[in-house]
């Protein structure tokens, strides 16, 4: 089985993931990227009212095969 490595891009940077992980299928390795990001969002949200995250999918050769992200603004009402 092919192992991935899931890089994630927020307001802190780039965190490269340097040992990857080993997924039995494409459909497995789309469920933990968009799985992982409520978790990293939840994180980021503690501090401002907006915050924009992604994970980007390499593949052993090192090509990007996967993006996934999420954005979110809080705006207050008067």
């Known amino acids: 089985m092919p192992r991935y490595y899931l890089d994630l891009y927020s307001s802190d940077g780039l ?4 040992e990857g992980q ?8 789309r469920r933990e990227a968009v ?3 409520p978790d990293i969002l939840r994180d ?9 995250i992604a994970v980007k999918v390499r593949d052993e050769a090192g090509s990007h095969v996967l993006e996934a992200s999420l954005v979110i603004c809080l705006k207050w009402r008067a």
């Open 35 to 37: 799985r992982i990001l």
């Open 15 to 18: 965190t490269v993931d340097e």
């Open 22 to 29: 080993v997924f039995e299928s494409r459909d497995r390795l």
């Open 44 to 52: 980021e949200m503690l501090e401002d009212d907006r915050a924009a």
